[in-house]
């Protein structure tokens, strides 16, 4: 790979550079690629999305040949090693002979020094930055959209890999380029203990069950917690992980308990009105831990709360997205521009919906639009004039001024 950097002058947001992106990209994209055409059927190798999940989905590694035969929308060593000399973009550069650990962002001169053997670029959330390579998530729509994180894209030479090690969430892993041989271990416990002499998470015992050569279009699902051990077999080896969120339960009770801390008001307080008068005034008894246990549960079985707080968690960004400080377009600008051209969805932007609720970015907005409205919100690639139905017009008209306004739609000349 030579040396390469996607452009001088980039745009500071994500969001922006996505477009920037997306626009530069697309002529390349076209040339060297074929579009994703796949049934459901034949990218999970003759079963259907559900069959998928009950038989394999957080239980088994599954491994489908040509899931994709068509071909993968593209991304080349060069333009990947653009991305990694970017500040916003999360990226990580491994040696596989000594294990070491480099994190981005790279200068040109890292890559020219690199070797012909035993490295790999990591670079994570490629979707965010190029649209071809996020309109892969649509093949596993049957997944709830918001349970996807990233599509991180390795490229390696022969020899370069991650190491044996687990992950806490699913993966599909998909070869785009070149040949990787994978090979599936143990499930893994806190008891399998991890190397001490990197900075990576490498198992220290792998033991070996299955291994695979993967060629492009073949596709590999890892459950969390099942060791797994990729090594490119050949030069631009190019593998594309499909990789989904998981949060822990420490994580969700931080993040819950914040959420409802910032809406509780210094009147509710612990009460004790049925204190009974007591002779070992240090003792904590059943009774005191029965009122404190009561006042958390009834906080936590608020179940409007409950779904609130997770619509916005599971939508938060990750990868660094600041929200647009763009002048807003008012509900009058955006119908009038609608006219002239289709409003495009930055898919960097996450979206989910409860019947009332859409949820952008980790935020919510409420809405009188009936489900099947934000449904078509959520789906939508592009929306033109003629796409606003009469019946909910008015409805759409202001959410998707809203929507505008978080950057999950944008007129392409903006
Ligand atoms: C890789 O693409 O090299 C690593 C992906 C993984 O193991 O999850
Ligand atoms: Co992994």
């Not at 030579?2 to 550079?17: I, K, M, Q, T, V």
């Not at 900075?199 to 291994?211: N, P, T, V």
Request: net charge negative.
């Amino acid at each position: 790979m030579s040396p390469g950097r996607a452009d001088a002058d980039l745009p500071d947001s994500p969001a922006l550079y996505y477009r920037w992106f997306a626009a530069k990209l697309t002529v390349q994209l076209l040339l060297h690629t074929t579009p994703t055409q796949v049934t459901l059927m034949d990218m999970l190798g003759g079963l259907s999305g559900q069959e998928f999940l009950s038989q394999y989905w957080q239980k088994t590694p599954y491994l489908v040949r040509k899931a994709f035969p068509d071909g993968l929308p593209g991304i080349s060593g060069d333009e990947l090693a653009g991305l990694a000399t970017e500040p916003e973009v999360e990226s990580r550069l491994v040696t596989a002979n000594d294990w070491t650990l480099r994190h981005g962002p790279f200068f040109e001169d890292d890559f020219a020094q690199l070797p012909e053997k035993d490295w790999t670029l990591l670079v994570q959330a490629v979707d965010h930055w190029v649209p071809e390579i996020a309109a892969l998530f649509d093949a596993f729509s049957f997944i709830p959209a918001w349970r996807m994180d990233d599509i991180m894209v390795s490229y390696a030479v022969p020899g370069g890999g991650v190491g044996p090690h687990f992950d806490h969430y699913d993966v599909f892993l998909i070869q785009v380029e070149g040949e990787r041989e994978w090979r599936i271990g143990q499930s893994c416990t806190e008891a399998d203990d991890r190397r001490d002499d990197t900075d990576l998470s490498i198992l220290a015992h792998f033991d070996e069950q299955e291994r695979w050569v993967l060629k492009p279009g073949d596709m590999l699902y890892v459950p969390p917690g099942i060791a797994h051990w990729g090594e490119a077999l050949s030069k631009d080896c190019i593998t594309y992980s499909i990789g989904f969120r998981a949060p822990s339960q420490a994580e969700t009770l931080v993040d819950f308990a914040q959420f409802l801390a910032n809406t509780s008001s210094d009147f509710d307080r612990y009460q004790d009105a049925d204190l009974d008068a007591r002779d070992d005034s240090h003792r904590i008894t059943p009774a005191d831990v029965d009122r404190i246990q009561s006042m958390l549960q009834r906080l936590v079985q608020d179940r409007d709360a409950m779904a609130r707080w997770f619509g916005s968690y599971m939508t938060q960004p990750k990868y660094g997205d600041a929200p647009l400080e763009e002048p807003s377009l008012s509900k009058a600008d955006i119908a009038r521009q609608l006219q002239r051209q289709p409003l495009i969805r930055n898919a960097s932007v996450r979206l989910a919906y409860q019947p009332g609720t859409l949820f952008v970015d980790g935020e919510a907005i409420e809405t009188n639009l009936p489900a099947d409205g934000l449904r078509w919100l959520c789906e939508q690639k592009r929306i033109s004039a003629s796409d606003l139905g009469s019946q909910d017009n008015a409805a759409r008209l202001t959410i998707l001024t809203s929507l505008v306004g978080h950057d999950a739609f944008y007129f392409d000349d903006e």
